[in-house]
């Protein structure tokens, strides 16, 4: 069974810089695993904010950025601000199957 | 606008199933595909197995092979999700989300709840 793991929680100061991180069991993450990023507060539905590594959406706000670091999948916030603290998943495609993180509770302090 | 709209809440007793629809509107149906991803209560999101709505083709993941289908009604738009063999730890509430550029847009979620 393929899993996907996440910093289980961060803490960032406001205007601060954080980078949250998508590991593979199967090895390195590159971009054929096409790593998606999300964003979900509570009672909410998940938002997409980050497709194929690096590519926003066209709602995706500016100091949200995606990469691959250390072999992992990355989601770097800059310039954070209180409205960002929230839980953030990664996914991954591994063919025809997907497998989301665990999740990364952000708090924003 | 893109949107996916969900069917309304439902209660199921344990050995039952459960049928989650899914309403494409603002962009051609059968252009990509549906994937079904549900989320326990204070718990992560899972991933349930996506249908091509063009072909009808579906990928379940191996936790939920031999319950679930995927199946689509192409003529008003709507996907669907069948879990059988419900029990209480298929509460949960369920999402659509469209893969078009990843996983973009969403549907508000279905709550189901398996209780005796």
């Known amino acids: 069974q393929t899993v996907v793991t996440q910093e289980p929680s961060l803490t960032v100061s406001p205007g601060g810089t954080v980078t949250l991180t998508c590991a593979s069991s199967t090895g390195a993450v590159t971009s054929g695993y096409y790593p998606n990023w999300f964003q979900q507060k509570p009672g909410q539905a998940p938002r997409a904010l980050i497709y194929?590594?690096?590519n926003k959406h066209s709602w995706t706000p500016a100091r949200f950025s995606g990469s691959l670091l250390g072999g992992k999948a990355a989601l770097t916030l800059s310039g954070v601000q209180p409205e960002d603290e929230a839980e953030y998943y990664c996914l991954l495609y591994y063919g025809g199957a997907r497998v989301f993180g665990g999740g990364t509770k952000l708090t924003v302090l | 606008q893109v949107q996916l709209v969900q069917s309304g809440a439902e209660v199921k007793k344990p050995g039952a199933s459960v049928k989650v629809s899914c309403k494409a509107s603002?962009?051609?149906?059968?252009?990509?595909?549906i994937n079904w991803v549900r989320q326990a209560t204070g718990q992560g999101l899972e991933w349930m197995g996506w249908m091509n709505p063009n072909s009808g083709t579906t990928d379940y993941a191996q936790n939920f092979q031999g319950r679930v289908t995927m199946t689509r009604n192409t003529s008003i738009s709507t996907a669907y999700m069948e879990l059988s063999s419900l029990r209480s730890e298929d509460t949960a509430v369920y999402y659509c989300?469209?893969?078009?550029?990843?996983?973009?847009?969403w549907g508000q979620g279905t709550l189901v709840t398996v209780s005796s």
């Open positions: 603002g962009y051609t149906f059968t252009n990509y595909d």
């Open positions: 989300a469209r893969d078009s550029y990843g996983l973009d847009y």
């Open positions: 194929s590594t690096r």
